[in-house]
Nanobody, 114 residues
């Protein structure tokens, strides 16, 4: 089992920045890729950014050039969010996957005021 704990969410004005972090514990040898997703009420969860164990990254078009995903090691992943917009308001979830397993964090709220 892997436990994921997100931190760093909050309220920020449009144009501001936030840094989300996700720390993994437990059977981290199962973790290959890590990613950040977000979900608004009544909508599907969508990929924001992902990073493989080798450091390859992918981003949603809506966040390219504004968000940066990084990874310290197998245990911790970050999402630096700059130039935030009101439409970035969502609950952000950390996801870890590998060896056929998928794990999710509990989510952290990001609210961007206009």
């Amino acid at each position: 089992q892997v436990q994921l704990v997100e931190s760093g969410g909050g309220l920020v004005q449009a144009g501001g920045s936030l840094r989300l972090s996700c720390a993994a514990s437990g059977s981290i040898f199962n973790i290959g890729s890590m990613a950040w997703y977000r979900q608004a009420p009544g909508k599907q969860r969508e990929l924001v950014a992902g990073i493989t164990s080798g450091g390859r990254t992918t981003y949603a078009d809506s966040v390219k050039g504004r968000f940066t995903i990084s990874r310290d090691n197998a245990r911790k992943v970050h999402l630096q969010m700059n130039s935030l917009k009101p439409e970035d308001t969502d609950v952000y979830y950390c996801k870890a996957s590998g060896n056929g397993y998928i794990y999710w964090g509990q989510g952290t709220q990001v609210t961007v005021s206009s």
